[in-house]
């Protein structure tokens, strides 16, 4: 069998952090790409980390040649994408790219309690520079585009946002991914995922606010400051694709168990 080939990700912040954990319990190769590797990876040794920025060309040399990518930031401005991809989509190389399910968001959804669910082949909002990014990588240069729900996981804690009334009980869905389902997706999709395909990646269970915040309430105790007040409808969105093309079993497939495990956290780290 051939080694696998070296994987770099382009953006090492929350959840590049946690495809970097996943790649190394798996004995893949991995790089970590920051525009400041030096601040922000000073815990990785210096062999395992590169300096990368779109912004600046210079820069660019340093990914291998013969590496895999997986981008995780906002595929945005299309110029400086397209400079990019230009220079570093050949020698076959796979590219992976984070997007968002505000693809989706048009501006033109129906006023109902039940949005209509959204899948791979719904329309999406081309007005978008980041979507342009993506289309672009996707139809011209071979890219895998997943459109990433809300991430959460340790630190990004729905609990707290309900806490600090960054969220409150409307009746908008929200779709959300666990940043260590999201991790394993993006090598999934890396390693089986179709040249130029996209997939939309959550938890494949969009709930309401007000019915996250009447369960965190039972269960914690914890109130949003934020009263209830008329919201849009939101987005449901299938993650049907995902999961079965790429063969993957969530982790964390029951939102309310895992919101337990982190407040158990968050509880062991204010003592
Ligand atoms: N947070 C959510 O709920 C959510 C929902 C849907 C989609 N997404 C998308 O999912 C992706 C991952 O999200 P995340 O929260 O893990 O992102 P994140 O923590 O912000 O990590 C992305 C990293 O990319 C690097 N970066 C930013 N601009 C760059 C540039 N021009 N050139 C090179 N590196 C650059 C930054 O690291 P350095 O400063 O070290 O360079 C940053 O830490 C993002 O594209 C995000 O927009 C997020």
Same mark, same amino acid.
């Given at each position: ?18 495809? #970097?954990?996943?790649? @190394? ?85 129906p006023l109902t309690?039940? !949005?209509?669910?959204?899948d791979e082949a ?15 990588? @996707? ?14 996981? !340790? ?7 309900? #806490? ?42 969009? #709930? ?16 949003? !400051? ?12 299938? +993650? @049907? ?9 969530? @982790?964390? !497939? ?15 780290? +204010?003592?």
């Open positions: 069998m051939s080694a696998p080939r070296p994987i770099v990700i382009l953006g090492t912040g929350y959840t590049g952090r946690w495809i #970097r954990k996943l790649a @190394r319990e798996q004995s893949l190769p991995i790089l970590a790409g920051s525009r400041r590797p030096e601040q922000r990876l000073n815990d990785l040794a210096q062999t395992a980390r590169i300096q990368f920025d779109l912004d600046h060309p210079s820069t660019w040399s340093a990914l291998p040649l013969e590496a895999d990518l997986i981008w995780t930031f906002p595929a945005v401005p299309l110029e400086q994408v397209r400079a990019f991809a230009t220079y570093a989509c050949r020698h076959s190389r796979r590219l992976v790219v984070l997007g968002s399910t505000s693809a989706y968001d048009r501006g033109d959804e309690d039940w !949005p209509p669910w959204i719904s329309p999406v909002n081309a007005d978008l520079p980041r979507v342009q990014g993506e289309e672009y990588l @996707r139809t011209q240069q071979g890219a895998i585009i997943l459109r990433v729900a809300g991430i959460y996981g !340790p630190n990004r804690n729905p609990v707290e946002w309900i #806490r600090q009334g960054r969220v409150g009980p409307t009746k908008k869905f929200v779709n959300l991914i666990h940043v260590e389902d999201l991790a394993a997706l993006c090598l999934r999709a890396l390693q089986t995922g179709r040249a130029g395909d996209l997939y939309n990646i959550s938890d494949g269970h969009p #709930r309401r606010w007000a019915d996250i915040c009447a369960e965190v309430s039972t269960r914690w105790g914890i109130v949003s !400051p934020q009263e209830a007040f008329p919201s849009q409808p939101g987005k449901r969105i299938s +993650s @049907r694709k995902a999961l079965e093309e790429l063969g993957y079993t969530l @982790r964390h !497939p029951d939102l309310y168990r895992t919101l337990a495990t982190l407040q158990q956290e968050v509880g062991r780290n +204010s003592h």
